[in-house]
């Protein structure tokens, strides 16, 4: 291969082209302008929007201006991609009461399948800048072959599955593992994915060389609905158990009716024993029926991350584990492992999860032996820590067990440490290595499950806190006076608990009717009850009544609260607690009462927008981080930072132009959704007239600029998305199924609609003298597309085939070594350190490699 600057070296004299005329088609225009000047100057074509000024001197500082406009405009695209996705939220997770005929009663279940949702709408969300680049360039263009659209697309597949992937596969914790669950769906998209870019190669090199006939352009859209089905016949399990059956009949936890609740507790409660708390169950049910984020949300909360925009809180690191791990128990499937009973023995846990109360002392799982009996068998054991530690949670063990002759069980006891501390849900491994038959040199012998997590269920609670009374009524008296508001502790005393508490004003005021009082309120561990004095200020009442709160918060620090929580059936639910204390008149003069009430009247703006409301999206868009500095509910956000501001007035022009966007309240987000797409078309076309400035002040043709500028600035969100997404999620599908889906639908979408257009406008227009000029006498173009009425779509681009060659080999690389990474480590994503960062750094040099290789062999036609 020619190296990548003397590929793009002229090759003696270039011979000038003709001025090209106002009628000149875009690409024609862009074509003969990017001509090359050896010694000083470039000349560029106008674009859409801009203008390039005609001959480019000053090139180092117009190539920074273009970069810094370039960059800016992909911050842009970001932003209305946050509002696109956050209308496909809205649309997708609208949910209807759906009448389930296993059980014979009416389940709350999502309208759209997700996986129907995440290869329509989401993948439109998440690729919307590149279908829409091809589109606009293709129209603009006169119907002509844009240099920027096809090969962005094929770019931006090959970021995505290998750089994204490359991040996922080393972004997860050291020990840990991500497996895809829904395989069916993974696999159905692989090879639709390598499908469409080999059709895109048929297209262009094969059926009709260098033509896109009509009936070609029809069968690439048509592709789309043909995944879309196929992709939904196998989530709902209609090629076999394989395909995943999800489906979207899932029953949402924040939905359950008292029916639904009473038979998944009653099903809870037969599986891990009748002595469980509400609470303990509650934590079960929200590992089987919680609503985890979407992949929109995940790009959303991604792009604010990177704009300075109002954050979504997502689940905390060690909530995020242990949800994981105890939800693996519930979703994993039993692996089957083939044995002859006469010639092995298997010897694996009975189960691959087992839970135990804290209290309990100890926890005794059971290992079978199956398969060959006759011979004695033996087998080592060992616990191994997870977020439980040895010594604290529970006693390290270790040894081997023997099995006898037709002896089929064994079992291993743990000792499990008990203390009045309340932890979140803990859990711990036991594995099993070594397996050996006494007597025999022979290999008869394996192991099926070899690992079990047992999670400790920590059972010393710590209460619930609450006011004695939720309403007290205090009589003023003449002097001033101090009120005693009781606190307690309800249904269990474990641990030391801190709460926060300050009083509020409602129609009495701090400094005229009572003092402020703010401060921590402590409850040592089995302490129950705590008082809150409030000092009442004399006014001199008769008949008029003023009232003020006294509320109760959790400090920012969730250490400080022990775990305990607030009552959710008293007054501010299981947010915070709130008393409300009245303060009465007593005895005083009725015209000094009078006198009070005119002094003491208010007129507070009461909120009559929410965030459904243009005010509430300004709003948003004025503010660092959307105005929630104190707001942030998990203490992980706090004031904005320095990054954040600079980041928020860079992209405050591009907020404060896509607030006008309808909220997404409005018309389901349908609104929204045609609003956003528009303004995304907008800035998608500002980005194609920048990257070609880029490439023209480089001296690099549209496809080279397509497949690192632009396609690296279009994918960086969603990197952040998936990045995200794989350390959060029990499971790689949001990580590796949405790439391979996105890439099918880049091809079907993102050209075959484009390019059905334009080969149904020169079918049925016929050639034009443009056209004939460019395509009439070329010898590359059959004989009979070269007629007047012969008129095609033409895709003479070499360089997007050879690009198109490349990331199809290097893809066919990644999807085998995903599967080679399944058979070996268990899942996709993280395993061991080494082969976890061996593989990150193969997909970076297949990415690296791509790039080069696809860049050195294209090339500008003048």
Same mark, same amino acid.
């Given at each position: 291969l020619k190296p990548f600057w003397l590929k793009l070296r002229p090759k003696g004299p270039i011979a000038p082209c003709s001025r090209p005329g106002p009628a000149t088609s875009l690409v024609l225009r862009r074509r003969c302008h990017c001509h090359i000047d050896r010694m000083r100057a470039v000349s560029c074509a106008d674009g859409l929007f801009l203008k390039c000024g005609g001959e480019q001197t000053l090139r180092p500082l117009r190539l920074i201006l273009y970069l810094m406009g %370039?960059?800016?405009?992909?911050?842009g695209v970001a932003i209305i991609a946050d509002v696109f996705m956050g209308a496909i939220e809205k649309i997708t997770s609208k949910k209807t009461r759906k009448l389930d005929k296993e059980r014979? =009663?009416?389940?709350? *279940?999502?309208?759209? !399948?997700?996986?129907?949702? !995440? %290869?329509?709408?989401m993948a439109l969300g998440s690729s919307a800048p590149e279908i829409l680049l091809n589109c606009i360039e293709i129209v603009a263009d006169d119907f002509y072959l844009g240099g920027l659209g096809p090969s962005t697309i094929v770019g931006s597949a090959a970021f995505n599955l290998l750089v994204i992937i490359a991040v996922c596969v080393a972004s997860i914790p050291a020990g840990e593992v991500r497996a895809i669950k829904e395989v069916g769906v993974y696999w159905l998209t692989a090879v639709w994915s390598l499908l469409a870019y080999i059709w895109l190669l048929v297209m262009v090199l094969g059926t009709s060389k260098y033509v896109i006939e009509v009936w070609e352009g029809v069968l690439t859209f048509l592709f789309f609905p043909l995944l879309v089905g196929s992709a939904y016949l196998m989530d709902r399990g209609y090629f076999g158990d394989w395909g995943g059956g999800s489906g979207s009949s899932n029953v949402l936890a924040a939905e $359950?009716?008292?029916?639904?609740?009473?038979?998944?507790? $009653? =099903?809870?409660?037969k599986e891990h024993g009748p002595n469980l708390t509400s609470e303990q169950i509650t934590k079960f049910v929200q590992i089987e029926c919680g609503d985890k984020l979407s992949r929109a949300k995940y790009r959303i909360a991604a792009t604010r991350g990177i704009t300075g925009g109002r954050r979504i809180h997502t689940a905390s690191r060690k909530a995020g584990e242990m949800i994981r791990s105890m939800s693996s128990g519930f979703s994993s499937k039993k692996k089957v492992v083939p044995v002859t009973p006469e010639e092995k023995a298997l010897v694996e846990f009975a189960v691959f999860k087992h839970a135990v109360l804290e209290s309990a002392g100890s926890v005794t799982v059971t290992v079978t032996r199956k398969g060959l009996l006759s011979l004695p068998v033996t087998v080592q054991y060992a616990t191994r820590e997870g977020s439980a530690k040895k010594g604290t949670d529970y006693e390290h063990t270790e040894g081997v067990l023997t099995f006898a002759p037709s002896e089929t069980e064994q079992q291993i006891t743990v000792r499990i440490v008990d203390d009045v501390t309340y932890e979140e849900d803990e859990e711990f491994y036991i594995d099993l290595a070594g397996p050996q038959v006494r007597s025999s040199d022979r290999q008869e012998v394996e192991l099926g499950n070899k690992t079990i997590t047992v999670m400790i269920v920590d059972d010393d609670m710590p209460g619930s806190i609450s006011f004695v009374d939720e309403e007290t009524r205090i009589q003023e008296k003449e002097e001033d006076s101090e009120v005693s508001l009781g606190v307690q502790r309800c249904h269990g005393s474990s641990g030391k608990v801190i709460c926060m508490y300050h009083t509020e004003d409602d129609t009495a005021r701090a400094g005229v009717h009572y003092e402020s009082k703010s401060g921590e309120l402590c409850f040592e561990n089995t302490q129950m009850s705590a008082v809150i004095k409030v000092p009442i200020l004399a006014?001199?009442?008769?008949?008029?009544m003023e009232q003020f709160r006294v509320i109760l918060e959790w400090p920012e620090d969730d250490k400080k609260r022990g775990g305990a929580k607030f009552d959710p059936d008293t007054d501010g639910g299981a947010e915070c607690c709130i008393m409300t204390c009245i303060i009465e008149g007593g005895g005083a003069h009725k015209a000094r009462v009078d006198s009070v009430m005119q002094m003491l009247q208010d007129n507070w703006a009461k909120a009559s927008v929410g965030s459904s409301s243009w005010a509430d999206q300004f709003r948003e868009a004025i503010q660092v981080n959307g105005g929630d500095d104190d707001d942030d509910e998990e203490g992980d956000g706090g004031k904005a930072s320095i990054i954040d501001w600079i980041l928020h007035i860079v992209s405050l022009p591009w907020k404060l132009l896509f607030a006008l966007c309808p909220p997404t309240d409005y018309c389901g987000g349908w609104g929204t959704f045609v609003t956003s797409l528009f303004f995304i078309g907008l800035v998608t076309a500002l980005i194609s007239d920048l990257a070609h400035f880029v490439g023209c002040t480089l001296g690099i043709c549209d496809s080279i600029t397509a497949i690192t500028f632009v396609a690296l600035g279009t994918s960086l969100p969603d990197t952040f998305a998936s990045k995200t997404a794989a350390q959060q999620d029990p499971t790689a599908d949001a990580s590796i199924v949405n790439v391979t889906g996105s890439n099918s639908v880049n091809v079907f979408l993102g050209l075959g609609l484009p390019w059905m257009t334009a080969a149904l406008k020169w079918h049925v227009g016929g050639a034009t003298a443009s056209w004939t000029a460019r395509y009439g006498n070329d010898p590359d173009i059959a004989a009979e597309f070269r007629t007047n009425d012969g008129a095609r779509f033409v895709v003479k681009d070499e360089?997007?085939?050879?690009? *198109?060659? *490349?990331?199809t080999c290097c893809a066919i690389v990644c999807i085998v070594l995903l599967s080679v990474r399944r058979l070996l480590f268990g899942g996709e994503l993280g395993g061991p350190e080494l082969p976890k960062w061996g593989t990150s750094g193969l997909l970076v040099c297949l990415w690296i490699s791509y790039v080069s290789i696809s860049s050195a062999w294209a090339e500008c036609d003048t």
């Open positions: %370039l960059a800016w405009s992909f911050l014979n =009663r009416y389940v709350t *279940v999502t309208v759209w !399948n997700s996986t129907v949702a !995440n %290869l329509t709408l $359950l009716s008292k029916e639904e609740l009473a038979e998944l507790e $009653l =099903r809870i409660i006014t001199g009442r008769y008949d008029r360089s997007l085939a050879y690009s *198109v060659m *490349v990331f």
